[in-house]
């Protein structure tokens, strides 16, 4: 079964902080990983995306980076905002594969 | 540009019955695909359709049944209602061949409530 794992199941961070969410997947035949954030009563939205060709990818706050050996990536949020508060989940496919996601983080950020 | 609208936002089922969800997806796009996602999960893989075909499927039952038309537009149904098929259904859209450049616009979703 293709899954991906992902923890923290919650997570509490001080405004400025660093927010890190680890990810790990079992289908070496993945080859594009993506993270969505998700608000109350929202759809998920991608925020940010890698391919296992690169080992780090940054976008403004977000990080994200991918060992492939170890079959595992995470997204780091530097300078965590209240705002950023909102459920996070990483997902992978491959070629034109529906997205598997992970269960989901929530983060927290506290004033 | 609107994005991937579903209708409607909520609803409520008595177990048994039947419902359809319906999805626009983002102009430009021309893959629909369903997922549901129960209370503090993550969002599970129903199926994806593209040029009005089922082209994936999850592991859900037959009582899952879609449907996309020509302008790309697509709907879910489900049959023989149970209370474990309370949950949000989120639809995303994408670009068939630039899914994982672009990556997949999802919906809000519709809040599917069986009682």
């Given at each position: 079964q293709q899954q991906v794992k992902q923890s923290p199941q919650s997570l509490i961070v001080q405004k400025g902080g660093i927010s890190i969410i680890n990810c790990a997947y079992e289908n070496t035949a993945f080859d594009y990983f993506p993270w969505y954030q998700q608000f109350p009563g929202k759809g998920p939205a991608l925020l940010i995306a890698i391919r296992?060709?690169?080992s780090e990818k940054k976008e403004g706050r977000f990080t994200i980076s991918?060992?492939?050996?170890?079959?595992?990536f995470s997204l780091?949020?530097?300078?965590?905002?209240?705002?950023?508060?909102?459920?996070?989940f990483c997902a992978a496919n491959t070629g034109r594969r529906a997205l598997t996601f992970g269960s989901g983080t929530r983060l927290q950020v506290q004033p | 540009d609107a994005g991937v609208t579903q209708s409607p936002t909520h609803l409520i089922k008595t177990r048994g019955q039947q419902v359809t969800l319906r999805c626009s997806p983002k102009s430009g796009h021309d893959t629909v695909?369903?997922?549901q996602q129960a209370l503090g999960q993550g969002p599970q893989f129903i199926f994806q359709y593209y040029e009005e075909e089922e082209r994936q499927r999850g592991n859900f039952p037959d009582r899952f049944s879609g449907h996309q038309f020509p302008n790309y537009s697509s709907e879910l149904n489900v049959n023989a209602l149970l209370l474990g098929d309370s949950a949000l259904y989120l639809c995303a859209s994408s670009l068939r061949d630039r899914a994982f450049v672009d990556g997949y616009t999802f919906g809000s979703g519709t809040r599917l409530t069986v009682v």
């Open positions: 296992p060709d690169v991918f060992n492939k050996s170890a079959k595992q780091h949020i530097m300078d965590s905002q209240p705002g950023d508060s909102a459920t996070y | 695909s369903w997922y």
